[in-house]
């Protein structure tokens, strides 16, 4: 028994209880329906062990929109205890674990899926590739991620959710202030996905800059596909150090080191130093992709190209450089001194001046358009202006003196999401409409479309501007309750009425995702939005070897030029495909990674080690097999047969 | 559209709010001089940004509405233009420019609230050391001899020096009433100047969250004439019993107290970890030499 | 597969040359990686608390150490090298000696290792003996995973000859040991050389 009692939630309630049922419930359901269906082969064959780009993308897009479920109700939870002074609904304890896991779960498990889900279906398409260079290190990619997302939200039911915050600093997070396993799921599961998103990096640099079609010059990329170029060189440059520090703050934990203690010698500043910076340049890993989804659309839709494509790329890579060196200001508060303080003000303040000089491109590329308000554009369109509120108060923020009065606050909180909603959130929304007819081979419907982005738009800011108002009113942040003398009330009562509008508008864009499923025509053709890059190119959707011959690329919108002025694209004939072999052996490996990080999360070290060398066993096989695993070739008969059925059906 | 103007509108009526006079924000209600500095610095701010925000969402909304495809003839065209290095320069440059200011700013009034008020310099300050456990405040007045707990007096007019530590998870030191505020953690002091300038009571509080209990860590800041300050301190030793070392370790474990008073500071037996670096130091040094004995006599046996 | 024979065999596909790239890339990684364990040693240098500091470092396992590394670096170059010329046999021996030399490298560091702990230094007794013991470590587990992976390109190469798989798995594998060996060099330099000065 005694064995058991460490996978007992410490400080339970009804809630939980209740998911501890729902959890239980749909895992019966799904496994019922699937053997029902008799749709576990096909799970296994078509989504489990495919190495093909465009599905992993997509499980990943489908796993961000589950999280993004998840740290919804976090967040309506948040609000729903927030709305009036000294609420019950959340004692200080879960009020603690659930603003943790929105932070985290927003950041890690939804942003950033949502993000490698993108990059996976459109960057090997915008370049005209086959696939990415490594597409079996991309299953492994998915499925490291997956198991870190599976491990953090089990948290909450087995043995207790972390309760430091999204930035767990320490001493708070040390053994001593947080002494549930809820901080060792946050090193483990971040750890997991951690690695999957360096192999991500990896994999996605060497196809930019190996895969390119014949022709396709770095300086003529699509803006999204260079967007995605910066990213991946961040997320080599951050993400190991975010590796170190993690596995730091888990060998504090679970084997008594003495990084961040107090006393012995160890420093608790220097998590936050650490955390910080990987954790700056981590916004601008979500943001940078996000401009560039911006750019195509505003470009697509103005129907003209992109203003300023060279200073547009300068300042995204002015920005990645910016970004690793402006750390500190996330705690001017430290006490570093008036130098350091003015140095880094200076250094945060200077990042407003290429992302200026991109609003500024924006509208210039709407100046002389023809501007059609489709959803995507729309979205895009309701950035500039939200995103700009989210930008000049960085600045506020950005000035260490005024600072002193606004960290902590809800001003910070407002600040954050005024930029991370409109800045990553409403792009990847925008960047999921525009390229579904490319995933799915139809569109999503327009109506119910524009119903969820005017109530996302609109009670979005009912739910943030007045939480600038009650920072600078000195409304701290994190604080699971306010009294009424405080005079708080009113205006948290009106960003909680923005929540339930804001949760609203979410819902509908799940619904016009089922709404359109089912009653979408599907002859859509293979260019719907008369775009400009190359992945308008081919079918929708998309066949397995995506060109079925590499197109010759001659300016930075390949396509629209190949429409407008007549060029072939696509010169050659067809050639036998080399494709790449599904393999079970990345998620089998990751189930073992999962069984590893779980074990060390409740201290049972002879199955972590068994894991570990499971893994290595899983990575030795690979190592053999290789030797005689040549992939399969798609004939040229099976290519042509497939390009009249495509395309003959969009005539 | 509606949209963008009801934002303007209301961008509006906040600023209005935030300057009048009617029941200001915390913020912006200063009793003191750093506190007013800030209150100015963010004052400035939000009206040049204000400023950069109508201008950029009217360029906004006039290209939105002079350049929507309905208003244009169905085969218009719209050209080819690859940018211009002029207007990609001017408008690199203006941000550049108001960078610039802000960053002036930014450096003359840290360096104004980083240190003792301005007119205040010859005047002697008061020292307080604050320290912060799971979730207390504990004032201790070394000069005075006293100690408080979750509330404080300081007198108008004076210099303070808050010394600030915690036992513990970081905490933040936060009287926006008075100034910015600044964290206190476990390893190394941190100074924070501050000044009342007029009597009053305010609030502080810990703004760094730092557990279960941080949400009350709130403490009552009443500022009172530097005579009624003296009569205070006098009543306070007077009245109050004396804080020893096993009554502090209760109250290091107490979750949560009301007021408390005591004569005598815990400094005298759980001092500050002041300058605990340099102490790392000499005991290296010590324990060098200790093993350079060691080797020595190692050597001679 | 399509075989370029203009290059080398490692080179020769174009599989292979983004295995290398992509490599490459890795590395990088690795080199943050490590710059973060070096920024963090810096840090926490004399942050001893109450345990021993540098004065535990001995010369003599450490110049072994750096010169098993040292050679080991030069001979998987000749085993490279034998590759290139078709010499199967040379290059098996040339790893086989890599490999051990990388056994010998791992037997001294984790005799030091016990050692440091004889001695009242272990993992958990200061800030600065964590962050000793992780960068040690971490440059340790890469050279054992080393000798691991080499182990089996050992055994593939006798078992399927010099193909342009193996010959590549060979040539990315001789990068690896040689960044394992500049690693070495700046916690010589810096840990060792730095902390016994």
Not at chain 1, 495 to 522: D, E, H, K, Q
Not at chain 3, 114 to 130: D, K, M, N, P, R
Not at chain 3, 144 to 150: A, D, E, I, M
Request: with cysteine.
């Amino acid at each position: 028994m005694e064995f058991f009692e460490r996978f007992a939630v410490p400080h339970p309630s009804f809630a939980i209880y209740a998911s501890m049922v729902g959890i239980a419930l749909t895992s019966l359901a799904i496994v019922v329906g699937l053997t029902y269906f008799k749709k576990w082969g096909y799970l296994w064959r078509e989504w489990i062990t495919t190495v093909d780009h465009k599905r992993i993308g997509i499980m990943y897009i489908l796993a961000a929109l589950i999280m993004l479920l998840r740290g919804l109700v976090d967040a309506v939870m948040l609000r729903a205890q927030l709305a009036i002074p000294d609420n019950t609904i959340l004692d200080s304890q879960h009020y603690n674990e659930v603003f943790s896991a929105h932070g985290v779960i927003m950041i890690m498990f939804m942003a950033m899926p949502f993000l490698f889900g993108l990059m996976n279906i459109v960057t090997p398409l915008q370049i005209g590739a086959r696939d990415v260079a490594f597409p079996r290190l991309n299953a492994i990619s998915f499925w490291l991620f997956f198991m870190g997302a599976m491990l953090f939200n089990i948290a909450f039911v087995v043995g207790g959710a972390p309760d430091a915050g999204w930035t767990s600093y320490f001493p708070l997070a040390s053994e001593e202030f947080s002494p549930s396993v809820g901080t060792n799921y946050y090193m483990m599961s971040l750890q997991l996905s951690g690695l999957g998103t360096l192999m991500t990096g990896i994999n996605f640099l060497t196809t930019i800059f190996r895969m390119r079609a014949p022709g396709l010059k770095l300086m003529q990329l699509p803006m999204f596909t260079w967007a995605m170029l910066v990213t991946n060189v961040l997320i080599i440059a951050v993400f190991p150090l975010f590796a170190v520090a993690l596995a730091f703050g888990a060998m504090d934990r679970m084997f008594g080191t003495q990084f961040f203690t107090i006393g012995n010698g160890g420093m608790d500043m220097m998590w936050a130093n650490l955390f910080w910076v990987w954790g700056h340049p981590e916004v601008y890993i979500l943001i940078l992709p996000a401009f560039g989804i911006y750019s195509e659309i505003i470009s697509t839709f103005a129907r003209r190209n992109l203003y300023g494509y060279k200073s547009m790329v300068a300042s995204m890579v002015a920005i990645t450089i910016l970004s690793l060196v402006v750390w500190a200001h996330h705690f001017y508060t430290m006490g570093q001194g008036v130098l350091a303080n003015s140095i880094f003000s200076i250094a945060t303040m200077a990042i407003a001046v290429p992302t200026g000089i991109k609003i500024f491109n924006w509208l210039a590329t709407l100046r002389k358009g023809k501007i059609e308000f489709t959803t995507p554009m729309l979205w895009s369109l309701a950035f500039i202006p939200t995103f700009l509120i989210g930008g000049v108060t960085g600045v506020m923020l950005a000035m260490a003196s005024a600072d002193f009065q606004y960290h902590n606050t809800m001003f910070l909180v407002a600040h954050f999401h005024y930029t991370i909603i409109p800045g990553v959130v409403y792009a990847f929304i925008a960047g999921l409409i525009y390229w579904w007819p490319k995933m799915f081979g139809f569109m999503l419907n327009e109506k119910i479309g524009k119903v969820s982005f005017w109530l996302v738009a609109i009670f979005f800011n009912v739910t943030f501007f007045p939480m600038f108002i009650t920072g600078l009113d000195g409304q701290a942040r994190r604080m699971y309750t306010y009294s009424e003398e405080t005079g708080f009330g009113p205006l948290n009562l009106i960003a909680s009425i923005g929540a339930i509008g804001l949760a609203l508008g979410f819902i509908v864009l799940a619904y016009n995702i089922y709404w359109s499923t089912r009653y979408m025509p599907r002859n859509i053709g293979s260019d719907p939005w008369n775009a400009r890059s190359l992945e308008w190119s081919i079918p929708s959707p998309v066949p397995v070897y995506n060109f079925a011959t590499l197109p010759h690329v001659k300016s930075s919108q390949a396509f629209w030029d190949a429409k407008t002025k007549g060029h072939n694209l696509f010169p050659d004939k067809v050639e036998e495909i080399h494709m790449p072999n599904n393999s079970g052996v990345p998620f089998i490996m990751c189930v073992i990674f999962f069984i590893g990080a779980f074990s060390l999360i409740f201290d049972m070290i002879p199955l972590a080690i068994a894991s570990l060398i499971g893994v290595f066993a899983c990575m030795a096989y690979r190592s053999f097999e290789a030797n005689h695993d040549h992939g399969y070739h798609i004939h040229v008969k099976e290519i042509e047969e497939t390009e009249e059925r495509l395309r003959g059906a969009n005539k | 559209m509606k949209m963008k103007w009801t934002l303007l509108a209301l961008i509006f009526a906040v600023a209005t709010a935030l300057t009048g006079c009617e029941n200001p924000l915390a913020v912006f209600d200063p009793k003191g001089p750093q506190a007013a500095t800030l209150s100015d610095t963010i004052i400035l701010t939000i009206w040049i940004m204000l400023a950069i925000c109508v201008v950029v969402t009217v360029a906004f909304i006039y290209m939105l509405v002079k350049y929507r495809a309905s208003k244009q003839s169905k085969d218009y065209e719209p050209p080819h233009i690859e940018g211009s290095a002029v207007v990609e320069t001017i408008w690199t440059a203006i941000p550049i420019i108001i960078v610039a200011f802000l960053s002036v700013v930014t450096v003359v009034s840290l360096k104004d609230v980083e240190a003792t008020p301005k007119g205040y310099e010859n005047k002697e300050p008061l020292v307080i050391y604050a320290s912060s456990s799971n979730w207390k405040w504990h004032f201790s007045y070394p000069e005075e001899n006293i100690e408080t707990v979750n509330y404080v007096y300081v007198p108008t007019d004076r210099p303070l020096e808050f010394k600030l530590y915690s036992y513990g998870p970081i905490s933040s030191f936060w009287i926006p009433q008075l100034g910015g505020q600044k964290y206190a953690m476990a390893d190394m002091v941190t100074t924070l100047h501050l000044l009342a300038d007029e009597p009053g009571e305010m609030w502080g509080r810990n703004s760094n969250f730092s557990g279960k209990g941080s949400a009350h860590q709130l403490f009552d800041v009443q500022a009172v004439s530097p005579a009624e300050f003296e009569e205070w301190v006098e009543e306070a030793k007077a009245k109050s019993e004396p804080l020893t070392e096993e009554k502090f370790d209760e109250l290091l474990k107490t979750e949560h107290v009301g007021r408390q008073t005591f004569t005598g500071t815990h400094l005298e037996f759980s001092p500050a970890p002041e300058g605990s670096h340099n102490m790392d130091d000499m005991e290296n040094k010590e324990d060098m030499e200790d093993m350079e004995d060691m080797n020595h006599d190692m050597d001679h046996k | 597969m399509k075989i370029d024979n203009s290059l080398p065999l490692e080179y020769s596909t174009e599989e292979n040359r983004l295995k290398i790239l992509g490599f490459w890339i890795f590395l990088a990684a690795e080199i943050a990686l490590f710059a973060t364990l070096f920024a963090t040693y810096f840090a926490y240098q004399g942050r001893t608390g109450n345990g021993p500091g540098t004065e535990i470092f001995e010369i003599t396992p450490v110049l072994i150490n750096t010169f098993a590394l040292l050679t080991s670096s030069f001979t998987i170059g000749l085993a490279v090298n034998a590759m290139r010329l078709g010499n199967k046999k040379a290059m098996l021996t040339f790893l086989g000696l890599t490999l051990a030399l990388g056994l010998v490298f791992l037997g001294v560091e984790i005799k030091e290792f016990f050692t440091f702990v004889h001695e009242g230094a272990t993992i958990q007794t200061s800030g600065y003996l964590s962050i000793l013991f992780s960068t040690l470590g971490t440059h340790g587990a890469h050279v054992s995973l080393g000798f691991f992976w080499g182990l089996f390109i050992i055994i593939q190469v006798s078992k399927y000859g010099l193909t342009p798989h193996t010959a590549n798995k060979a040539f990315i594998f001789s990068l690896y040991w040689h960044f394992l060996d500049v690693v070495w060099i700046f916690i010589f330099s810096f840990v060792y050389l730095k902390g016994m000065m």
